[in-house]
């Protein structure tokens, strides 16, 4: 985990997210193109779509399947410039992070530097 500070203001697009356990299914979509290993997937059982990591799912099958490796929630976080974060993942060009409140969820990489010792570095370097 890292501490990261917040350079440039994010809203989330998506306020209810697609939330998924280990072991369930979706329906593998599109993958992104401007963020790729990003895959757009519907949930089976709740119908609900949203993007999810490919290193989460499984190779899809012949219907176009796949399966979560992990629990998983596209949850984004609404932040403002000069927030601190803590980073626990930095995946496909986005930080999963906890906030000072204690909310975890999603932002672009982009929107943030590590904050270091004598020094700051670009999350997406």
């Known amino acids: 985990m890292a501490l990261y500070i917040v350079t440039k203001r994010y ?20 993958e992104d193109t401007d963020y790729p290993k990003w895959i757009f997937c519907e949930a089976d059982i709740s119908h609900k779509k949203g993007w999810v990591p490919k290193q989460f799912l499984t190779v899809p099958n012949e219907k176009g399947e796949a399966y979560l490796l992990e629990s998983y929630t596209a949850h984004e976080l609404t932040v403002a410039v000069g927030e601190r974060l803590i980073v626990k993942k930095q995946l496909n060009g986005w930080l999963f992070a906890r906030t ?26």
């Open 100 to 125: 000072e409140k204690g909310e975890e969820g999603w932002i672009p990489a982009d929107h943030a530097v590590k904050a270091a010792i004598g020094k700051i570095e670009r999350a997406n370097q």
């Open 11 to 30: 809203q989330t697009c998506y306020p209810d997210p697609l939330i998924l356990e280990k072991g369930e299914s979706v329906k593998f979509g599109e």
